[in-house]
Every structure is written in structure tokens, then in C-alpha cells.
């Protein structure tokens, strides 16, 4: 995701425990931070887009991806929930809830889309924005 967004003039601040590929950092682009995804805040108010590839349980970055969204960190986020080999709908269906309890708190509406993308056989891909009350009707495609 870093390179994909580098690539097309974004900066990305990254956020990962591992080291990244020399070509990546030497784009320019992207700004390493060397920190556990699920302590670390951002620096700023708040961040355009969150983008997630953890490699963790689902029902975990669903509540981080959720938290960051629901709170204002960010305004949206792409990331990634891989399923387990067994039960894979009942655990995608526990991720959808837990993001939908997380905006109940104060009833705000979201949009999540979630696809299996044709190259990830293991796991899918979402999309997650919060609906401001500002928006057009014709956007407020809710989760719920």
C-alpha cells in the first residue's frame, strides 16, 4: 500500500515493527516510523487515510481500524482482515458487528465495503468512512 500511494505523488508516514525496502525510502515519499501499530497515535490532528496490512487476528484490526475512524484520527481507511482457514464467514460477520457496535456508541453512520480481491484468496479488502451529517443523501450508504 506504502509504494502503491508513493508512487502516485502521496506522502506516506509508515508505521510498521519491520524495516522497509530501501527502494520505497528512497522515493522520498515515505516517512518510517519504526512502532507497533496498535500503541501508536499520529503526531497530527488527523490523518487522511489510514491504511492497514497487519498481519493479526481480524476481529483485532477491525476494532483498531474502527476506533480510528469512529474517533476522527482519521477520515477513512483501507485494510486488509485475514481469515482464518476454517469458519471464514462467521468470522468476517464477527468483524462486521464489531465495527458496527464501535459506531453505536454515538450513533453515527458509517459506509464499510469489503471485497475478496481476485489475487487474495485468504483474505479481503474493506473500505471504512464515517458519514458526517453534512453529507448528501444519496451517499449515506450505511454498514448498518
Not at 43 to 72: F, N, S
Not at 106 to 112: A, K
Amino acid at each position: 500500500w506504502s509504494f502503491q500511494f508513493a508512487e502516485r505523488g502521496l506522502h506516506v508516514f509508515a508505521v510498521d515493527n519491520g524495516p522497509l525496502a530501501d527502494a520505497l525510502i528512497q522515493t522520498g515519499m515515505v516517512e518510517h516510523v519504526k512502532a507497533d501499530g496498535f500503541n501508536w497515535r499520529a503526531p497530527r490532528k488527523q490523518v487522511e487515510w489510514l491504511v492497514c496490512d497487519m498481519v493479526e487476528q481480524p476481529g483485532r484490526i477491525a476494532q483498531l481500524v474502527a476506533d480510528w475512524v469512529a474517533t476522527g484520527r482519521c477520515k477513512r481507511a483501507i485494510f486488509n482482515l485475514k481469515l482464518p482457514m476454517k469458519k471464514r464467514f462467521d468470522e468476517l460477520k464477527r468483524c462486521r458487528q464489531l465495527i458496527d457496535s464501535r459506531f453505536k456508541v454515538h450513533g453515527d453512520s458509517y459506509v464499510l465495503r469489503i471485497r475478496q480481491l481476485y489475487h487474495d484468496r485468504e483474505e479481503v479488502t474493506a473500505y471504512l468512512a464515517k458519514i458526517h451529517p453534512h453529507t448528501l443523501p444519496s451517499d449515506k450508504q450505511s454498514g448498518r
